[in-house]
């Protein structure tokens, strides 16, 4: 295997390729590699790489994709311009494995499923293009209940994306291929599964994910719930954003994660808030609303209370930090 140090980010995309992998923190791709889920040709080093920055500008805040986990704590203007952003940095894994997890990695994570992660598995078409999908044929596992197709039910892993999506970031991608630079929304960098469960977003082999440009909008508050087994295995989120004019609702973003194959927006629940004053029954039906489009199976059915739960206390927050700003 190829060890290239990239000295500048032309360098590190003329050596990508289809059987290469950008390495940050290299935390997660480790261990795929070490359990032979993943067995990439090429690992390209990109700690040299000016993507650590942490930026300020008017309206808005950027966070360079190589930025670690621990500095999105840490830093004082992600503290002050995006406190979502540092909450849900803050409960990721584990103190040591933030000092090294990169925003960029955090965001590009493989799913946790545990058959994707099982090299003696063969059935997993995420892994194994084509291969079926053993937890639709009886492994037991209980997936994602929103996003899922008759080829893959794995849900996606990355935290973040949940409070960035919320937040209404983007994502700027960078290619030699002609494309140049191109800037994203938050979800439309994910992709569901369909019929090619391999493809978890919207990358190509060449394309470089170089920051995050997360919007300043103090009239907007924002709560986050998880749910998680351990700090190693999250199981469910929720962040939402709410903005609220003379006591009434006008724009809000419901985002859930851990539930769903990509970070799901919940666009049914929104609705019922626009126009609304807050209010525990409101709430209540918001939360219930969301399980819209869900599909639960036999080992998941107890995923749909989940899902409610942290959008009921996402949204108490949200509403509590709305009510704390007017005081």
């Given amino acids: 295997m190829e ?10 995309l003329s050596q990508a390729g289809p059987h290469s992998r950008f390495v940050g923190g290299g935390l997660s791709l480790s261990l795929l590699m070490e359990r032979g889920v993943d067995r990439p040709e090429r690992l390209i080093d990109l700690s040299e790489l000016p993507l650590r920055t942490i930026e300020g500008r008017p309206g808005e805040l950027r966070l360079g994709s190589q930025v670690r986990l621990a500095a999105l704590i840490q830093d004082p203007m992600v503290q002050s311009l ?19 997890a990169t925003l960029g990695g955090e965001l590009l994570e493989r799913t946790r ?3 994707f992660r099982d090299p003696a598995n ?4 995420k892994r194994l293009p084509g291969s079926g999908c053993a937890v639709l044929e009886g492994a037991t596992y209980a997936g994602a209940i929103f996003g899922a197709s008759a080829a893959c039910v794995a849900p996606s ?6 409070g960035l999506a919320a937040m209404s970031a983007a994502v700027t991608l960078h290619s030699p291929e002609g494309l140049g630079e191109r800037t994203l929304p938050m979800l439309d960098l994910y992709v569901e599964p369909g019929v090619h469960p391999e493809r978890d977003h ?4 060449t394309e470089l994910l170089m920051s995050v440009t997360v919007p300043v909008q103090p009239q907007r508050h ?13 199981m469910a989120s929720a962040a939402v954003m709410l903005e609220q004019r003379e006591q009434r609702i006008v724009d809000a973003r419901i985002i859930l994660g851990g539930l769903s194959t990509r970070p799901w927006r919940a666009s049914a ?10 209010s525990d029954e409101l709430l209540e039906k918001v939360a219930a609303a969301v399980l819209a489009g869900s599909k639960a199976r036999s080992d998941s059915r107890h995923l749909p209370a989940l899902a409610k739960q942290v959008v009921r206390e996402a949204l108490r927050r949200a509403v509590e930090e709305h009510a704390a700003h007017r005081r």
């Fill in 3 to 12: 060890w290239v140090r990239a000295k500048t980010v032309a360098e590190a």
């Fill in 82 to 100: 995006a406190p979502l952003v540092r909450t849900i940095a803050g409960q990721i894994a584990t103190p040591a494995i933030r000092n090294h």
């Fill in 113 to 115: 499923c545990p058959l």
């Fill in 122 to 125: 063969v059935r997993c078409g």
């Fill in 157 to 162: 892993a990355s935290e973040l994306a949940v």
């Fill in 202 to 205: 919207v990358l190509r082999p």
């Fill in 222 to 234: 924002f709560g986050y719930a998880r749910l998680a087994e351990s700090p190693l295995s999250p």
């Fill in 269 to 278: 629940s929104e609705q019922l808030l626009f126009g609304q004053r807050p």
